[in-house]
């Protein structure tokens, strides 16, 4: 299995960027897709989150300017971001749980990294 994350950049503050990731190879059920990020001496911590039932998790800093969703048939999950803050500066790494036969278990699975950074 493999995650491909795209469409991180540079922007200024206050602007907008959309993120992408697309899993593939041997998947026979994702059951929830999201973002998490890390940046520079910083933790890494979960900013959205959407399982099979299309219920969201964010992180509280990212309520109401972020949407994650997600897009089965292709195996996607998006997250657009609006009025970016220069503290949104980050790696974005795309996350999947993903059970890869009808009889094996669920198991975490995680994209490359995109960068994110957000001047002010």
């Known amino acids: 299995v493999q995650l491909q994350a795209s469409g991180g950049g540079l922007v200024q503050a206050g602007e907008s960027l959309r993120l992408s990731c697309v899993a593939s190879?041997?998947?026979?059920?994702?059951?929830?897709m999201g973002w998490y990020r890390q940046a520079p001496g910083k933790q890494r911590e979960r900013v959205a989150i959407?399982?099979?039932?299309?219920?969201?998790y964010y992180l509280e800093s990212a309520k109401d300017r972020f949407t994650v969703s997600r897009d089965n048939a292709k195996n996607m999950v998006y997250l657009q971001m609006t009025s970016l803050k220069p503290e949104d500066t980050a790696v974005y790494s795309c996350?999947?749980?993903?059970?890869?036969?009808?009889?094996?278990?669920?198991?975490?699975?995680w994209g490359q990294g995109t960068q994110v950074t957000v001047s002010s």
């Open positions: 190879g041997s998947i026979f059920s994702i059951e929830s």
């Open positions: 959407i399982n099979s039932s299309n219920r969201t």
């Open positions: 996350y999947a749980a993903i059970g890869r036969s009808r009889y094996s278990g669920i198991s975490s699975h």
